[in-house]
């Protein structure tokens, strides 16, 4: 089992900023870390932003020229820098791993909630 260690949530004005962190474990580089995901009250688990093993990022419409994705392979982590934070962001996010062996094995972080006031 990997653990996903996640950090860098809270509680933050609208407007504000913060930056979330995924950690992998240092020696498993065959692990992809590829994305953050987010569930808000209520509503189903939603992709925010996703990044490829060579560096190409993908976000959601609603978080474009907000939110930035990055991976500092050599700790092997994971980071979602957020700014301009709305009170619509407010969810527990999660970031999301996987590797392939024989198929696709997905791994995801503890959550962070992210708490966003107006």
């Known amino acids: 089992q990997v653990q996903l260690m996640e950090s860098g949530g809270g509680l933050v004005q609208a407007g504000g900023s913060l930056r979330l962190s995924c950690a992998a474990p240092?020696?498993?580089?065959?692990?992809?870390?590829s994305g953050w995901y987010r569930q808000a009250p209520g509503k189903q688990r939603e992709l925010v932003a996703a990044?490829?093993?060579?560096?190409?990022?993908n976000y959601a419409d609603f978080v474009a020229g907000r939110f930035t994705i990055f991976r500092d392979n050599a700790k092997n982590t994971m980071y979602l820098q957020m700014n301009s934070l709305k009170p619509e962001d407010t969810a527990v996010y999660y970031c999301?791993?996987?590797?392939?062996?024989?198929?696709?094995?997905?791994?995801w972080g503890q959550g962070t909630q992210v708490t966003v006031s107006s």
């Open positions: 990044i490829t093993a060579p560096g190409g990022t």
């Open positions: 240092r020696n498993d580089f065959r692990l992809n870390l």
């Open positions: 999301h791993a996987n590797r392939f062996v024989l198929s696709w094995l997905d791994y």
